[in-house]
């Protein structure tokens, strides 16, 4: 087999490897990034939290985002049987962007991976990841070309950040269980219809609406900045299957049975047929190894209903390629004190606030009628993705904060 040889290959062009891409092509690095499908490809995940932007910023993408016209958002709204209420993102206790945007991620993802190559790293699109051995000096990685031809990639550090794939964690049988119950989602985007400047819908905030009867259902409305929404529902899988019919089909009955949404929706125009993904909570028993480490969804992946993925993704990049700064300066990089402990901290407080939604608590704090505002605030940087900064309380003692919040607001 023909074997090429570069400093730092990433598999995947999606958020994490075109961010770490960015980051270690500012350090000049040499890099290469493999990526099994054509762009643009459709993506779930499509709206952004604020803490996201500074990754974006960090990797020099920032202008390129900014002038591709997504959808401006500035905070998430949460509806459950009639009662309403939103969070600002602009009012938070975290320092730092209070605004972000909704985005399709087939234009997103390819915004990103653009700009990787602007910066100045090798994109190769379908070209498919098919095995790596980690085992020898240098990580080794077979692939797959478009034309057929298999050829061996060397590299002196391998990231993984093929996302759902999941190259590495099968490959090298570092997955682990997730703790969660087995939840999937159907989801679709239509052509709203809602009239602009409609009370009950506020275009610049992700709508999460909680099922009247089921509380650890809800449905999702992200509006775009074409008039289109992405629609979706996250249930345990047992509940989506009672469901007969086509997936749009099945969507639909379960919109219908939230009467404030139906009624949002109702002169949607359903052109797209809708999707089901299920399983797809995922952890790994290390987030790096010998010359490789684990980006995004490659590594953990929690759960849709904080909108906290894209966010994770890049948080990842950002360590790793501060340890692979370091660590090409020839310094020694403890990756478990440096990477793995350190992204592992915000993704337990996103744990944290996820548990407490599904158990009913967290929606007990978000409703309460009377909220105390700098405590609102704390919330909101958890909301707005702060999940890092341990200044606030709400992160440093997530668990402990969250269940005395809880009593208080159950009294
Ligand atoms: P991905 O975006 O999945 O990119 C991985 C890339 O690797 C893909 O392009 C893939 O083609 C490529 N690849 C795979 N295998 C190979 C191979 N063998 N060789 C080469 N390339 C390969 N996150 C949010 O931030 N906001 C949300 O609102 C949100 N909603 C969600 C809703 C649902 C129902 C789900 C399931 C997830 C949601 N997420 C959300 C999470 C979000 O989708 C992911 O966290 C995010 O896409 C992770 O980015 P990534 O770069 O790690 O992986």
Redesign the pocket.
Known sequence: LRTEHVEILI????????VAAGLLRKQGREVLM????Q?P?F???????PQ?MEYIQEAGMLQAVVEAGFQYKNGAAFARGGHRTQFDFRDKFSKGWGTTY?VQ?ADF?KVLADEAERLGAAVRYR????AVDVDGDQPRVT?RSPDGETYEVQARFLLD?????R?LPRLLKLESPSGFPAR??I?THVRDNIPPGSPAFDRNK?LISVHPRHDDVWY?T?PFSNGRC?L?V?AETKYLEQYAGTETERLKAIVGEDPDLAGLLAKADWDTPARQ?VG?SANVKSLWGKNYAL?????E?L??VF???????FK?ASLASACLQRQFAGETVDWEADYGRPLRAGVDTFRCFVEAWYAGGFQKIIFHPNPTPDIRRMICSILAGYAWDTSNPYVAENKRRLAVLEQLCSA
């Open positions: 598999i995947g062009a999606g958020p994490a490897g075109s493999l990526e099994k499908e762009f490809r993506s779930i995940g499509e709206s952004l939290l996201s909704q991620r993802d070209h498919e990841v098919l692939v950040a093929s996302g759902f794939a190259i999937g989602a989801f992700i999702w992200i992405s979706g996250v993904i797809y980006l995004g969804n490659a590594g992946f759960d849709p909108s906290s993925g894209v966010t994770i993704a990842s």
